[in-house]
């Protein structure tokens, strides 16, 4: 099947930026999306200069947001999609921006820097009809897939025990202090909002326990902690969760775990079986049936469904990986994007792709998790009527 290219801008990303140049990489993979216009800086001279090492015509290199929207919305080859990879603190603005002039939006996660903006900008998605994924890219690595697969079709029976983590030890000693800019918005409560590891990347794991499960976490017990000494935000965060379907987890996210690099993990166990996954070893999944041998299923190899070729590139035993499972995501969002375009709204990884609701539950959780800590780690419900702390 043949397919033109999804034009799209980006919003932030300029040179330096690292989930900028993630986002570009990913899009360019399967050859399905062409970056044709960005206002990639506040700073107008950054901006162009970034937009012309991307190939990007000065025509179409923007200094505001506001001004790409609207000057793209008149073109005739102007943008279909906007990649928002911004500061937390303007994926807000910029989204409302985009969706009220009728072009799809592919925001980083979290989606937004409080529950009360996630809230709105949930409404404006619902009101303007207008396709909204959130880039919770671990959800797309085929292994990933793969537990879910188990998951749903009741290889595991009934859930009992979730554990999920991300440690990551690049803000062990006091990065913001630095020439580190990561740092130091990731660490600014103005730019980050009201959660630092917990936002940045305990709602990573938040999804993905809740994307394998398919459950829904009810209610979190919660201790936040800034280890660093001045540190604004929290660089560790350990929670309890509370399942809707009676299932009890733990999640434990820091920044501040040295020795280690990217450790996403999580397991899932059943009355029937366990299965283990490390982001560090993507393409390996154990499953573990009791009373029988652990088996390791691979990307490509024994054990693994068909419809994982799809997500694939490479034959088995040549590793992928971060940018191959980002790649995924754009692959499907590019799918989602031409079949609505075309009239539909059917798509094949309808219910995969995570959208502005995932993006609300990973805002309730935040708020949660943050209300729990202020009050000494008591049990707290996702629910934005019964937490405080975007009051």
């Known amino acids: ?22 986002h570009r990489i990913a899009s360019r993979i399967d050859d399905r999306f062409e970056l044709v216009a960005g206002a990639l800086s506040s700073n107008a001279q950054r901006a162009l200069s970034s937009a012309l090492n991307l190939g990007i015509s000065p025509d179409r290199s923007y200094t505001t947001y506001q001004e790409m929207a609207e000057q793209e919305a008149l073109r005739e080859d102007g943008i279909q999609a906007v990649i928002i990879v911004t500061p937390n603190h303007m994926h807000y603005p910029v989204a409302a921006c985009f969706l009220t002039h009728k072009i799809h939006v592919i925001c980083d996660k979290p989606v937004t820097k409080d529950l009360k903006e996630a809230q709105a900008l949930q409404k404006l998605v619902a009101e303007s ?6 880039t919770h890219n671990y959800t797309a690595y085929p292994m990933v897939r793969q537990a879910k697969h188990f998951v749903d079709t009741g290889i595991l029976g009934d859930l009992r025990v979730i554990q999920v983590e991300y440690a990551q030890d690049w803000l062990t000693d006091k990065a913001e202090a630095t020439d580190n800019k990561q740092a130091q918005w990731r660490t600014d409560p103005e730019k980050s909002g009201k959660a630092g590891c917990l936002g940045d990347i305990g709602t990573h794991a938040f999804n993905l326990a809740c994307f394998i499960s398919g459950q829904h976490v009810m209610s979190v017990a919660s201790d936040l902690t800034a ?12 929670t309890m969760l509370r399942f809707g379907n009676g299932a009890k987890g733990m999640l434990w996210a820091s920044q501040v775990a040295p020795g280690n690099e990217n450790a996403l993990k999580i397991r899932v166990y059943g009355e029937l079986a366990g299965i283990e996954w490390c982001q560090e070893s993507p393409n390996q999944l154990w499953l573990a049936k009791f009373g029988e041998p652990k088996q390791l299923i691979t990307r490509a190899g024994h054990g693994s ?5 799809a997500l694939t590139r490479v034959p088995a035993g ?35 792709i995570p959208s502005v609701d995932d993006g609300v539950e990973g805002m309730k959780f935040i708020s949660a998790v943050l209300a729990s ?15 405080t702390s975007d009051e």
């Open 305 to 309: 469904s068909p419809h994982l070729a």
């Open 1 to 22: 099947m043949s397919h033109q290219r999804i034009r799209i801008g980006m919003v932030g990303g300029g040179d330096g930026a690292f989930i900028g140049a993630v």
């Open 129 to 134: 009809g207008v396709f909204f994924a959130l």
């Open 227 to 238: 280890f660093v000494p001045g540190r604004r935000l929290d660089d560790n965060v350990h």
């Open 318 to 352: 040549h590793p992928e990986g971060y940018l191959e499972g980002f790649a995924n995501l754009y692959l499907e969002i590019a799918d989602a994007i031409e079949a609505i375009q075309g009239g539909t709204s059917i798509y094949t990884a309808q219910g995969l």
């Open 373 to 387: 800590s202020e009050n000494n780690g008591a049990w707290c419900p996702l629910s934005p009527t019964e937490t």
